[in-house]
T-cell receptor, first 112, second 116 residues
Framework: KQEVTQIPAALSVPEGENLVLNCSFT??????LQWFRQDPGKGLTSLLL?????REQTSGRLNASLDKSSGRSTLYIAASQPGDSATYLCAVIDQAGTALIFGKGTTLSVSS | GAVVSQHPSRVICKSGTSVKIECRSL??????MFWYRQFPKQSLMLMAT?????????EQGVEKDKFLINHASLTLSTLTVTSAHPEDSSFYIC????????????FGQGTRLTVV
């Protein structure tokens, strides 16, 4: 059964720092991997989608990488800002494209 | 990008009543939709997976008779919380998978249910 783990569970950094969030999954037979952001009491916002054939995706200050063989993905946030404070979730979609499995998330706090 | 609309965003109901939450994919057909529940400061918990035209698949520990899921069309899934109790108060989020080739998950904005 696929399991998704995110490390660290929480992270506090001063504004301007570059940071890396980690996501690992136990079954490398995935279809896609997505990174999401969730603000307190709100729904999820999709940040980046990496297809299984891709190695990385970039959007603005965000860069997500995928190493399927080792079951790992990282989300790199450059020059962090207080507005980046949120919970970041990674999720894998299974190879059949019918199951979406989440990690427990990393709660990020960026202080000004 | 694709849009998933979830309604209502907030609902307060009395114990014993039923509440229906709708999840619509506005500009794509979603053969698979997921319903999640989230307790304060905790991660999403998958409740069930619904496929259009068939019965939902519930996760272990989720009561089928309490959380009724209907996925009658390719753009609409509903979750009905029956005979609601205060412990059912939670944040419920739906998600829909788009496409067959470039499957991506899109989420509704969630429904905050408070049972008094």
């Amino acid at each position: 059964k696929q399991e998704v783990t995110q490390i660290p569970a929480a992270l506090s950094v001063p504004e301007g720092e570059n940071l890396v969030l980690n996501c690992s999954f136990t079954d490398s037979a995935i279809y896609n991997l997505q990174w999401f952001r969730q603000d307190p009491g709100k729904g999820l916002t999709s940040l980046l989608l990496i297809q299984s054939s891709q190695r990385e995706q970039t959007s603005g200050r965000l860069n997500a990488s995928l190493d399927k063989s080792s079951g790992r993905s990282t989300l790199y946030i450059a020059a962090s800002q207080p507005g980046d404070s949120a919970t970041y979730l990674c999720a894998v979609i299974d190879q059949a494209g019918t199951a979406l499995i989440f990690g427990k998330g990393t709660t990020l706090s960026v202080s000004s | 990008g694709a849009v998933v609309s979830q309604h209502p965003s907030r609902v307060i109901c009395k114990s014993g009543t039923s509440v229906k939450i709708e999840c619509r994919s506005l500009d794509f057909q979603a053969t698979t939709m997921f319903w999640y529940r989230q307790f304060p400061k905790q991660s999403l918990m998958l409740m069930a997976t619904s496929n259009e035209g068939s019965k939902a698949t519930y996760e272990q520990g989720v009561e089928k008779d309490k959380f009724l899921i209907n996925h009658a069309s390719l753009t609409l899934s509903t979750l009905t919380v029956t005979s609601a109790h205060p412990e059912d108060s939670s944040f419920y989020i739906c998600s829909a998978l788009s496409g067959r080739v470039n499957t991506e998950a899109f989420f509704g904005q969630g429904t905050r249910l408070t049972v008094v």
